[in-house]
């Protein structure tokens, strides 16, 4: 038995979905265009079954850090996902504001928006409970609009971040396909590894990276952890110069 919801657990036929995605792109420095749009590949399965039961879908994701030259708006992956989609998906360039609360409003069933970078929001990425995130503006404001939130931001959802831990506070709540699918995968590598069991493990953050390590290697999960990317050529910290 599954110990989250998931979108088999509700009926979404002209019902409000706030849909948390990670869509998070690798860009172009000099254009600032999408260079790969896997993880918006990657939500393509939950969108289209969503639209497809008629739900009514406002969609909340992030692109960069405040201050960084990535840190961008998110029209481009509204065209992109337009594109991928076969149909128009609005974006609107608010959050709270009554620009987006009057798209949400205006949504027809089968219909979707993608709303302003979440990041704009200078409390997004405080690191508090779940009960103190919803009493954010964010969740105020958005949640009495909506009957469900769906999180298929699998790669942010580590973070304890208003749009991804505030909502399940006070709304039904449920996993995308993409976010079931890989608590699935975790589930099964962690509690009934196959041996010898090989992980693979790479990334830019290092002192994350010998955390995990020792957590694997110290619980017996893993017989053997395969070190690439800068982890894998991290210079060595022993005595010898």
Same mark, same amino acid.
């Not at 948390?20 to 289209?48: A, F, G, H, S, Y």
């Not at 039961?53 to 201050?67: D, F, M, N, S």
């Not at 990041?119 to 919803?134: G, P, S, V």
């Not at 976010?179 to 693979?200: G, T, Y």
């Given at each position: 038995?599954?110990?989250?919801?998931?979108?088999?657990?509700?009926?979404?036929?002209?019902?409000?979905?706030?849909?948390?995605?990670?869509?998070?792109?690798?860009?172009? !420095?000099?254009?600032?265009?999408?260079?790969?749009?896997?993880?918006?590949?990657?939500?393509?399965?939950?969108?289209?079954?969503?639209?497809?039961?008629?739900?009514?879908?406002?969609?909340?994701?992030?692109?960069?850090?405040?201050?960084?030259?990535?840190?961008?708006?998110?029209?481009?992956?509204?065209?992109?996902?337009?594109?991928?989609? +076969?149909?128009?998906?609005?974006?609107?360039?608010?959050?709270?504001? !009554?620009?987006?609360?009057?798209?949400?409003?205006?949504?027809?069933?089968?219909?979707?928006?993608?709303?302003?970078?979440?990041?704009?929001?200078?409390?997004?990425?405080?690191?508090?409970?779940?009960?103190?995130?919803?009493?954010?503006?964010?969740?105020?404001?958005?949640?009495?609009?909506?009957?469900?939130?769906?999180?298929?931001?699998?790669?942010?959802?580590?973070?304890?971040?208003?749009?991804?831990?505030?909502?399940?506070?006070?709304?039904?709540?449920?996993?995308?396909?993409?976010?079931?699918?890989?608590? !699935?995968?975790?589930?099964?590598?962690?509690?009934?590894?196959?041996?010898?069991?090989?992980?693979?493990?790479? +990334?830019?953050?290092?002192?994350?990276?010998?955390?995990?390590?020792?957590?694997?290697?110290?619980?017996?999960?893993?017989?053997?952890?395969?070190?690439?990317?800068?982890?894998?050529?991290?210079?060595?910290? +022993?005595?010898?110069?």
């Amino acid at each position: 038995m599954l110990e989250f919801n998931t979108l088999d657990d509700f009926e979404f036929r002209g019902r409000s979905v706030l849909l948390r995605v990670d869509i998070n792109c690798p860009l172009r !420095k000099e254009t600032l265009e999408i260079e790969d749009d896997n993880r918006i590949q990657q939500i393509l399965q939950t969108l289209k079954e969503l639209l497809h039961k008629g739900a009514k879908v406002a969609i909340l994701a992030h692109q960069g850090r405040p201050g960084d030259w990535d840190f961008i708006p998110l029209d481009r992956h509204a065209k992109v996902l337009s594109r991928l989609l +076969g149909k128009e998906v609005k974006y609107i360039d608010d959050l709270v504001g !009554k620009v987006a609360l009057d798209a949400i409003r205006s949504i027809s069933p089968g219909e979707a928006i993608v709303l302003k970078n979440v990041r704009e929001l200078a409390y997004e990425q405080d690191k508090k409970t779940m009960e103190e995130h919803a009493k954010m503006e964010l969740v105020t404001t958005l949640a009495p609009l909506f009957d469900v939130y769906v999180n298929d931001a699998f790669g942010a959802s580590h973070r304890s971040q208003c749009s991804l831990v505030g909502f399940q506070a006070v709304l039904p709540s449920a996993a995308g396909r993409l976010m079931e699918k890989e608590l !699935k995968a975790l589930s099964q590598v962690f509690s009934n590894p196959a041996r010898p069991s090989v992980f693979i493990l790479g +990334g830019a953050k290092f002192g994350e990276s010998v955390k995990v390590v020792d957590r694997l290697i110290g619980k017996k999960i893993a017989d053997w952890v395969i070190l690439v990317g800068v982890t894998g050529n991290a210079p060595d910290q +022993g005595d010898d110069p």
